[in-house]
């Protein structure tokens, strides 16, 4: 069955350290996008793509970078982690731009 | 003014009864509408879609969208305590740039 994974599903760093979060994706979708969740804030988009070598900021994008070389992986790089960035990341894919995003299993990162 | 607002709740209804959760949004060239469902700890995944003026009936769902009021509803039927878990409302917006926005969430809690 196709589906969406995140990998790791929970990490521990410290501040100032590069941090890449993996989401895997086999439905061959276009569009991926990544959101944090945070109490207060709901889902707030970080970064998206729309296929292969585009990528897009999103709201909170600042100290966040993605690149985008294949259709199935949309990594999630913090380049310089800090403790605002502890929260739970979530990867999505869709079809088409307009239609149901279908999220991972979330990724718990917590920067200590 | 946020761009989709949900009222956090938590919204407490009796088992067997009908749930009610709300959702405005502020962009009148909103096309799509959607809710998701996500249970404490897990990704949200999608209930319900919607697309025109009216009623659109799903099992036990029901969402209703008012373009000209800016309003999209979701009723649960028969409620059950597995109905307890926050109810997302996304909006996806071609202002500007495609967009996808979550509001922040209705808690619901169903009692036995």
């Known amino acids: 069955d196709a589906e969406i994974t995140q990998s790791p599903r929970h990490k521990i760093t410290e501040t100032g350290r590069q941090v890449t979060l993996a989401c895997h994706q086999t439905?061959?979708?276009?569009?991926m996008f990544w959101y944090r969740q945070d109490l207060g804030h709901g889902l707030r988009l970080i970064h998206y793509?729309?296929?292969?070598?585009?990528?897009n900021k999103g709201e909170v994008s600042d100290g966040y970078s993605v690149s985008r070389s294949n259709t199935e992986d949309l990594p999630l790089t913090l380049e310089s982690a800090a403790s605002s960035q502890t929260s739970v990341y979530f990867c999505?894919?869709?079809?088409?731009?307009?239609?149901?995003?279908?999220f991972g299993p979330g990724t718990r990162l917590l920067v200590l | 003014q946020k761009e989709v607002e949900q009222n956090s709740g938590p919204l407490s209804v009796p088992e067997g009864a009908i749930a009610s959760l709300n959702c405005t949004y502020s962009?009148?060239?909103?096309?799509?509408f959607f809710w998701y469902r996500q249970y404490s700890g897990k990704s949200p995944e999608l209930i319900m879609s919607?697309?025109?003026?009216g009623d659109k009936e799903d099992g036990r769902f029901t969402a209703q969208l008012n373009k000209a009021s800016q309003y999209v509803s979701l009723l649960i039927r028969d409620s059950q305590p597995s109905d307890s878990a926050t109810y997302l409302c996304?909006?996806?917006?071609?202002?500007?740039?495609?967009?996808?926005?979550f509001g922040t969430g209705t808690r619901l809690k169903v009692l036995a």
């Open positions: 999505a894919s869709s079809a088409q731009r307009q239609e149901t995003q279908y």
């Open positions: 439905w061959n979708h276009n569009n």
């Open positions: 793509s729309y296929g292969v070598q585009d990528t």
């Open positions: 962009d009148r060239v909103s096309q799509s």
């Open positions: 919607i697309y025109s003026n």
């Open positions: 996304a909006v996806n917006s071609i202002s500007g740039t495609y967009k996808y926005i």
